[in-house]
């Protein structure tokens, strides 16, 4: 791996850590999922770089912090998968860190659109 796919790379990891929490309860708004499904629904969004791992302790942090319900459901392809769903408190941690996240990436585009108009 090249030194700038490096940097790219650990740049994106960076940016997933500050991002993830939301991610995560933005796939589980749209219907309930376990592990491996958030992940590959993560992936297919576009956040490639997402590690299994980082995903099932987001998941597992938010369940304890009480945005998410969890149930268990039998599987005939191996063993019982431990689904998780929004509820109330994640539906409203969803909200305001959308709404945090819409402000940021607004305040960086304006950065970014401003950069590209001195160097012009």
Do not use: C, I, Q
């Given at each position: 791996m090249r030194s700038t796919d490096r940097e790219a790379l650990m740049d994106t990891t960076q940016l997933l850590k500050g991002v993830l929490d939301l991610a995560v309860l933005a796939v589980l708004d749209d219907e309930d999922g376990y592990g491996y499904d958030v992940v590959r629904r993560l992936r297919a969004a576009g956040l490639d770089d997402v590690a299994d791992a980082s995903v099932y302790g987001t998941l597992r942090r938010l369940f304890a912090a009480g945005h998410l319900t969890s149930?268990?459901?039998?599987?005939?392809?191996?063993?019982?998968?431990?689904?998780?769903?929004?509820?109330?408190?994640?539906?409203?941690?969803?909200?305001?860190?959308?709404?945090?996240?819409?402000?940021?990436?607004?305040?960086?585009?304006?950065?970014?659109?401003?950069?590209?108009?001195?160097?012009?």
């Open positions: 149930y268990v459901v039998p599987s005939v392809e191996g063993p019982h998968r431990k689904y998780y769903g929004l509820n109330a408190s994640g539906r409203a941690e969803l909200e305001g860190s959308a709404k945090t996240w819409s402000g940021f990436a607004d305040t960086m585009a304006a950065l970014l659109a401003a950069r590209k108009e001195v160097a012009a």
